[in-house]
């Protein structure tokens, strides 16, 4: 039986690279539902290849053209996040949630009520809504397999049955484009540099997020709600090479962490074939050509984003959707050239200052907090007040 699989997002990077895996193995996987936003040209190739049964596009504009050159006359396309839950009413054994930002929270809430295995690269739909996902999975018995490299690597040498044995949990992180850069010379940073990844290729919003840390600050959270490991026993640690992708340690001194190239196609191959393993075409790594890898402490200074994730980490309660709606909203300003690079950390400082942080108890409170967070930000920017 091959496994059913549906992507949110798969015109985007990890939806590329999940399908590429699916094109090498036609024996194990079929694709039954695609979407995307606006880029109705390449979910019209996907459509081609990989036949799935149905398509959303969330934008309508995109929507009406895909229905104009599609010829496909057994593909049911849909339009808006109304037909998230549709999308999953065909048979489906597996979701890969590969939307960016807070959009993606719906098809996650979905699939996990209908009790689906959930991929999940959409790490702000965790942020946003923290253990209300975790609690929900766990209610309908459906599994959350990381998709994030690091999250990935955690889970995969994670020995559950030794949980209350973790002493530390160490998330590497590259440093992004500016590791090199002073401070003074980040003031000028323009969009097409922040987004040149020196390790990984990946989405404009995510590739900010690494140039700013925010992405770091936000796998914390994430893996705060996954692992479900006090934040003070979760470490950030700058590793330039990204080869380890994050460490368990434990109290007798062992530390199991899981290295590999930097190529999303491993963690996501990991996910698909769950609880077994496939052969990919990533390049093995050759441990004697590395010959050296290098790790230190972030300068939380120069990476203000990943303080203020600790500091909402530690509040709880509505603090990371604040800061998970407020850097959306800022990255988007900076990618439109409205703010600059260091206003990033400003506009989300302000953004959390200037909100209540209050308690969240269900999905309706997290999508009223992510726009109530998003109309301060838009206007603090508006304004220029910070
Ligand atoms: N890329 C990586 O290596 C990587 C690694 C770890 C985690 N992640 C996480 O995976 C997620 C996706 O990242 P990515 O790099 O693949 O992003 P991306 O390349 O920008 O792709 C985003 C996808 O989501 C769709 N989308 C965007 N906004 C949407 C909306 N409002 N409603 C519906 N669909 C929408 C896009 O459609 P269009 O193409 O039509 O715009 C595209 O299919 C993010 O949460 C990111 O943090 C990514």
């Not at 769950?274 to 120069?302: A, G, S």
């Amino acid at each position: 039986m091959k496994k059913k699989i549906t992507i949110f997002g798969s015109t985007g990077s990890i939806g590329e690279s999940t399908l590429d895996i699916v094109k090498n193995h036609p024996d194990k996987y079929e694709i039954v539902g695609l979407s995307a936003d606006k880029n109705y040209k390449k979910l019209l190739e996907q459509v081609r290849i990989f036949n799935p049964k149905i398509v959303s596009l969330n934008n309508k504009e995109s929507f009406k053209k895909f229905k104009e050159l599609n010829d496909n006359k057994n593909l049911k396309v849909t339009n808006g996040t109304d037909c998230y839950e549709e999308i999953l009413d065909f048979n489906t054994d597996l979701v890969m949630a590969a939307i960016t930002g807070s959009a993606g929270l719906l098809p996650v809430v979905f699939a996990l009520e209908k009790g689906l295995s959930v991929a999940l690269a959409n790490k702000e739909s965790l942020v946003c809504s923290g253990s209300l996902i975790t609690s929900m999975a766990k209610l309908n018995n459906a599994k959350i397999l990381p998709v994030d490299s690091e999250h990935n690597a955690i889970y995969q040498v994670l020995d559950s049955r030794n949980k209350s044995k973790i002493s530390r949990l160490i998330l590497t992180a590259s440093g992004g484009p500016f590791l090199n850069t002073k401070l003074s010379e980040l003031k000028d940073i323009k969009p097409e540099q922040a987004i040149k990844h020196p390790n990984w290729s990946m989405g404009k919003k995510i590739s900010i997020d690494s140039a700013t840390m925010m992405n770091k600050g936000l796998e914390l959270i994430e893996a705060f709600f996954l692992f479900n490991i006090p934040e003070n026993q979760i470490d950030v640690v700058i590793h330039p090479e990204s080869i380890i992708h994050s460490c368990v340690e434990y109290m007798d001194g062992s530390m199991l962490s899981q290295m590999g190239q930097p190529d999303m196609r491993t963690p996501i191959s990991y996910t698909l074939a769950y609880p077994e393993r496939i052969p990919t075409n990533v390049e093995k790594l050759d441990l004697c050509k590395i010959q050296k890898l290098t790790f230190f402490k972030p300068d939380l200074n120069k990476y203000p984003c990943l303080e203020l994730a600790y500091c909402s980490l530690k509040l709880k309660k509505s603090a990371p959707t604040i800061l998970n709606a407020a850097n959306e909203v800022a990255v988007q300003a900076f990618l439109d050239e409205k703010i600059k690079f260091l206003s990033i950390p400003k506009v989300v400082e302000k953004t959390l200052n200037k909100s209540s942080i209050s308690n969240i108890n269900s999905i309706k409170d997290v999508i009223e907090i992510d726009k109530e967070s998003r109309n301060v930000t838009e206007d603090l920017i508006n304004q220029g007040l910070y």
